[in-house]
């Protein structure tokens, strides 16, 4: 018994290193060499500013050809922004993938890891990190420069909410008015129906502004009516809670100036809005000149441009430049409330 057990010791032994052997075989065959990741998306050069409004949109879909190591590793690449060449640097976001879609929020905040100044362009530099793991030396693609703005960080304005028949009396953050310049005064465009109130929070627990009887005022008595528009539409909204005061205008919206085929005397380049997204829109040929945004064919409520910036100001003496000829795509959103943008798109 006692050799019938040593010989099977054997055996075991033996059996072992054949599996072991076997499993050594399909392990990766790791290349001494590796190739580093090589991004695919050109940002050399670019000039990127980023909205405060936007934050959660796609700022770009970053892509790459992935590290080759000879062997399929699980690898995590690692997006890195810097301003000093690298002597420092912010991850932006970091993914298994060979593509990732950033958004102007995740590359704003690895700016102000970096401590860049807001709203004043700087002289960038972007990565790509590839961590292989199994003890490897992470590779480190080419480096892309371009130029970054960003936004403050938290930016905040003082809030009420809409709450009515346009949203089925829910207090949703779409649904608001804002203080731009933290003056007491709210103003923001919503699609209203019938009724509506306002409230200083976003609940019915705070203050509650209902009609206050005369034209144009607010009362703060629970048991004050509702505000009422005569028609549904598009409206913009002001309040002044400490006057008890408001003020509705139904609006539609247009394109006026020297690049549209009417020119400064009109009439506008109606836009139409689509309700699921919050924008005006129209395509239409411009010519080189100028265009500015105005609501009813009127000059009462109009928006330019200053600086060039991609963000609207009311009654802004700068007009909005066309410098190529051809056919447009023009986008008027108004949605970001108190901060307002458009977007030119040259069609082909």
Known sequence: MHYINKYLGVLLLFAAGIVACEENDREPKISNESVPPALITELEGTEVVLDAVAATDVWDTIRWEAADYGATLATNYTLELSNDNFETAAPIVSTGLTEVAVTNEELNNAGNLLGMEAEVPVPVSFRIIADPGAGLVPDTSEVQNFTLTTYPANLSFPTLWVPGAHNGWAHNDDDV??????????????????????????????????????????????????????????????????????????????????????????????????????????????????????????????????????????????????????????????????IYRYSLQLNE
């Open 177 to 338: 008015i804002k203080s731009l310049d933290s003056d007491g005064i709210f103003e923001g465009y919503l699609w209203l129906e019938s009724e509506f109130k306002i409230t200083d929070e976003a609940g019915w627990g705070g203050t509650n502004y209902g009609d206050g009887g005369a034209v144009g005022t607010l009362s703060t008595d629970g048991g004050a009516g509702n505000l009422m528009v005569a028609e549904t539409g598009y409206y913009r909204l002001i309040a002044t809670p400490s006057l008890l005061t408001y003020s509705v205008t139904k609006t539609e919206w247009g394109v006026i100036g020297s690049a549209t085929p009417n020119g400064w005397d009109g009439p506008d380049i109606d836009m139409e809005y689509d309700q699921a997204t919050g924008l005006w829109t129209v395509t239409a040929d411009l010519v080189e000149g100028e265009i500015k945004f105005r609501a009813n064919d009127d000059w009462a409520i109009n928006y330019g441009d200053e600086g060039g910036n991609g963000t609207l100001e009311l009654d802004n003496p700068n007009n909005i430049v066309i410098d190529q000829a051809g056919n447009y795509t023009i986008i008027l959103n108004l949605n970001d409330t108190p």
